[in-house]
């Protein structure tokens, strides 16, 4: 496997990406107990875009020669994957804030998700080969 693949790590993560970078609580987003199939797909695209920009700003963010530069790679990442996430087809914010808070509270919903994020990304790389990291497998 790329080492892309082990972007991913945890779903979980990836979910509370957007999360977190918004501020929103999740007491703000009510979670229904179940999404409807859609809802999974558009939020493991969305997630993967999130964790895409995620790693390029980590990457920038570990070359920045200050804090004000690390600030401003922040600032630009958490604008990047809001509206990366607010632009996505077939889901909300709040739709997708309520997936990660689902998936945060329960560890199999993760998982799940994590699996078909995995699979998602296998088919890219499957497809195109060149759906790497910039970090060379170790």
């Known amino acids: 496997m790329t080492s892309f693949f082990r972007l991913l ?4 993560l990836l979910a509370l990406v957007a999360l977190t970078q918004t501020g929103t609580s999740t007491q703000a987003a009510q979670e229904p107990a179940e ?3 859609e809802k999974i797909e558009a939020f ?3 997630a ?3 964790a895409i920009i995620n790693t ?8 920045a020669v200050n804090a004000q ?3 401003s790679i922040l600032a630009a990442a958490r604008s990047e994957m809001d509206s990366s ?6 889901i909300t914010m709040e739709e997708y804030i309520a997936i990660s808070s689902k998936a945060a509270a329960n560890p199999a ?5 994590n699996q078909r994020a995995m699979a998602k990304f296998k088919m890219l790389d499957d497809a195109h080969g060149d759906v790497k990291s910039t970090d060379e497998d170790n």
Not at 9 to 12: D, F, S
Not at 85 to 90: F, L, Y
Not at 109 to 113: G, K, P, V
């Open 56 to 63: 390029a700003a980590k990457d920038a963010f570990d070359k």
């Open 35 to 37: 999404f409807p199939e």
């Open 69 to 71: 530069e690390q600030n």
């Open 44 to 46: 493991v695209n969305a």
């Open 109 to 113: 919903f993760a998982e799940m998700l």
């Open 48 to 50: 993967i875009d999130v």
């Open 9 to 12: 790590g945890v779903c979980t």
């Open 85 to 90: 996430i607010e632009n996505a087809p077939d």
